[in-house]
């Protein structure tokens, strides 16, 4: 908020934390270094008011992730039928970071408005939410997208073939494609998928070694804490309460493992923040997997995920073999 909106003579769970200078601890809980290397399932809250719209954890997710990012082949393989699956080249706006691509796996949405008669502006680093149910995981025809035991969902590059079907069930539209990259080159670059589906997977290979996310790591502000869900999610709730916020993302798509606490409601939030492509919305979601038609889609789909997975690994090594 606006320091128009903020009573200075409050001490909350924040200030102290920033006054008593807890820097890193503020941004991770005791024991997450742990569960991390043990898979338990993590979770990050967000306190949008403390953000300041500095950039740095965009910058730093772009410096982290950099070799992970799509490298494509040009000339693009013309499909067949040709509008069966989009062209999606991002490889020359690869500098943008004001909407999430597959070079931009974070950005800083904000929101201008009024509540309760005074202005407010709140910045919202926004990426994917990880859900606890993820029908982008759930509903992979090949098994590409990928839920961790630690929470984190991620596409595994080597197989995933850019169809965009972890797109098209994602109540926020996170995932973005790279045509021109991937395993359909080499198996019906005409007829399979078009390129690779990219979105942010919680540095795991960072967590994996006992480190922060980037996006956590660099922030001045420590706003976001990260750790295992149940604490996480007490913190959140006790935040909320502490300033008479809100939360969103411990219920939206049947919960996820972000949260975000904000001092205005996130339906006003909503309202106030640039949509479209690229830039989620902020609007409740209903359980998506508790939907009868997802539900048989991925009963049907999962043994064929596995067996397509199996598949294209075997081909992946073997043109990593053959390389080699």
Known sequence: MSSKTKNADKLSRRNFLSLAGAGLAASILPGTVEAAQKNQELATMLDIETCINC?????????????????PEKP?????????????????????????????????????????????????????????????????PWGAAVREVNGTIRINDKICLGGGKCRDVCPWLIPHRQTGVGLYLDLLPRFAGNGIMYKCDRCYQRLTQGQLPACIEVCPMQLQTIGPRKEILKQARELAEDIN??????????????????PVPFDVLNKNIVKGPGS?????????????????????????????????????????????
């Open 55 to 71: 950039g740095e954890c965009v910058r730093a997710c772009r410096k982290a992730n950099r070799n992970k990012f799509p490298e």
């Open 76 to 140: 693009f393989p013309d499909m067949t039928p040709q509008q069966r699956v989009r062209v999606e080249d991002w490889s020359e706006k690869r500098n943008v970071t004001d909407r999430l691509t597959p070079y931009n796996w974070l950005f800083i949405q904000t929101s201008k408005g009024n509540y309760n008669g005074l202005d407010f502006e709140l910045h919202i680093p926004r990426r994917c939410l990880h859900c606890q149910n993820p029908p982008c995981a759930n509903l992979c």
């Open 245 to 262: 916020g809100f939360i969103y993302g411990d219920q939206e798509n049947g919960g996820t493992n972000t949260f975000y606490v904000s």
């Open 280 to 324: 989620p919305h902020l609007e409740p979601v209903k359980n998506s997997m508790a939907n009868s038609e997802f539900l048989t889609a991925a009963l049907v789909g999962a043994p064929i995920a596995g067996l397509a997975a199996g598949l294209l690994s075997l081909k992946a090594d073997k043109q990593k073999r053959n390389k080699s």
